[in-house]
Each structure stands twice: as structure tokens, then as C-alpha cells.
């Protein structure tokens, strides 16, 4: 059974920092693109992050280029993802994704003073 | 970036009618390798997404067989044949043809 866990999430004030992290089983983790991606309380879905299986091609949103990293680590199966300089409009539910087919639960990342 | 719309964005269906939802894409998701990185993705209320149809018109693993998805280049649609009551939710098409990866705005599916 495919699993991906969400860890990491919540309350951080604007300009901080926070890292995500999901683990992965159930499947060829090494093998398999990975994204985040978020959703804002009450909206749509917006992809965040990719990055290929290698871990060597990486591609982040415009909103979110700069501030945020994705890596992975194939030997313990997980995902990171890096989120500094941290604002309001960052506050969402993040999922971790494996190829658009599996979503973990989330994570929630809420950005308030 | 390729902007997906999608209409309707709310559908009060009969169970066990059929529902329609449309999605168009700014431009054709046809992929340089040949294939069109269209799919279709369920939110059930309080839950993550999940993947329904991918490239177009692939059913995933464990998707019902009343869901179908057809279309081509920059138009698409996924069909319910007889919408059950845990159909209900939100449902998104994505492109994955094009960075950055999009969606539509939804379509909110509930029975009347």
C-alpha cells in the first residue's frame, strides 16, 4: 500500500522559516518524481515543487522560487521541502505528491503574527 | 503559463443522473513525446486529492468505471454515467504537458 506522511507543519510568524518532510512507502521511492503541492484555506489546488528521482532536476513555482527548496534523500525514502522567508499568502494545507498520482494527508502551514 | 478553465464550477446533479464537467487549456497539452499530460483529480470534502483519470482518459488503479475522460489538444471532459453519493466533492483536471504545473478552479459536484 502506497503511503506518503506529511511532517513539519504550523504556526510560524512572517519572515521565519519551516521545513516540511514526508516519508514514503509503498513503492519505488528512488524511481519516482516527487512534488508538493498546497492548498490555501477554502481555495484551489497550486503546484508548489518538483524534482526528478535523482534528484537532479528541480523546479519550483514562480510564487515560491527563491524562498522555497525541494530535496529528497532516497535512502530514508523522504521529501523536503525548505520554506524561508515565510508570508501570509504561504499559510496552506502542503501535500506531498508522488507523479500526480498519490497524495499524502498534508501538512499545515499556517503564517501569522 | 497555461491557464485551465473549467466550467461548470458548480453541478447539482440527481443521483443517479449523469454529470459533465468541461476543461480547456490556453493552449494544446500535446507533450513533444506525443503524449497529452491531461488528468483529472476528485477532493471528497475533508480530504486530500485523488487521481481519477490521467493522460486524457486512463482511469488510475481502483477508479470506479463510471468515471471517463476524453478530449484532445485543448479540450477536455470528465464524465460521471450515474452520479453516486460519494461523488460528492470537488473535482480539478491539472496539465502536466508544461512547467509550471496547473489547475482549473474546480468544479463543486453536489446532489440536489
Known amino acids: 500500500e502506497v503511503q506518503l506522511v506529511e511532517s513539519g507543519g504550523g504556526l510560524v510568524k512572517p519572515g521565519g522559516s519551516l521545513r516540511l518532510s514526508c516519508v514514503a512507502s509503498?513503492?519505488?521511492?528512488?524511481?519516482?518524481?516527487m512534488n508538493w503541492v498546497r492548498q490555501a484555506p477554502g481555495k484551489g489546488l497550486e503546484w508548489v515543487s518538483l524534482?526528478?528521482?535523482?534528484?537532479?532536476?528541480?523546479y519550483h513555482a514562480d510564487s515560491v522560487k527563491g524562498r522555497f527548496t525541494v530535496s529528497r534523500d532516497n535512502a530514508n525514502n523522504s521529501l523536503y521541502l525548505q520554506m524561508n522567508s515565510l508570508r501570509a499568502e504561504d499559510t496552506a494545507m502542503y501535500y506531498c505528491?508522488?507523479?500526480?498520482?498519490?497524495w499524502g494527508q498534508g501538512a499545515l502551514v499556517t503564517v501569522s503574527s | 503559463d497555461i491557464v485551465m478553465t473549467q466550467t461548470p464550477l458548480s453541478s447539482p446533479v440527481t443521483l443517479g443522473q449523469p454529470a459533465s464537467i468541461s476543461c480547456r487549456s490556453s493552449?494544446?497539452?500535446?507533450?513533444?513525446?506525443?503524449?497529452?499530460?491531461l488528468s483529472w483529480l476528485q477532493q471528497r470534502p475533508g480530504q486530500p486529492p485523488r487521481l481519477l483519470i490521467y493522460?486524457?482518459?486512463n482511469r488510475f488503479s481502483g477508479v470506479p468505471d463510471r468515471f471517463s475522460g476524453s478530449g484532445a489538444g485543448t479540450d477536455f471532459t470528465l464524465k460521471i454515467s450515474r452520479v453516486e453519493a460519494e461523488d460528492v466533492g470537488v473535482y480539478y483536471c491539472?496539465?502536466?504537458?508544461?512547467?509550471?504545473?496547473?489547475f482549473g478552479q474546480g468544479t463543486k459536484v453536489e446532489i440536489e
Open positions: 505528491v508522488s507523479s500526480f498520482d498519490y
Open positions: 509503498g513503492f519505488t521511492f528512488s524511481r519516482s518524481i
Open positions: 524534482i526528478t528521482g535523482d534528484g537532479n532536476s528541480i
Open positions: 493552449q494544446s497539452l500535446v507533450h513533444s513525446d506525443g503524449n497529452t499530460y
Open positions: 493522460k486524457t482518459s
Open positions: 491539472m496539465q502536466a504537458t508544461q512547467f509550471p504545473r496547473t
